[in-house]
């Protein structure tokens, strides 16, 4: 396992570790969302490809959020 080391206010390090299996899947997902995102862009249906590139920018935040071991339920960007 990975971890991060940085420092609170107070000047005491912290240790975080990192879930670097559950990032890489968040991510990959990511990526296959806007990949999809792109296709449907280049083939004029902008409403699928705004839909997808809004999911895909989702997933990102939640890999990078697993990745730190922050554990919040989101269903979007904005807080439910």
């Not at 990526?31 to 296709?39: F, G, I, Y």
Request: glycine letters at 2%.
């Amino acid at each position: 396992m990975l971890y991060e080391i940085s420092q609170d206010p107070l000047g005491d390090y912290v240790v975080t570790p990192l879930d670097v299996d559950e990032y890489d899947r968040w991510m990959r997902s990511d990526t296959r969302t806007l990949e999809s995102a792109k296709h449907d862009a280049d083939h004029g249906d902008y409403n699928w490809a705004c839909f997808k590139a809004h999911q895909a920018a989702e997933k990102a935040l939640k890999a990078l959020l697993w990745a730190v071991s922050v554990f919040i339920f989101i269903c979007s960007i904005y807080i439910c």
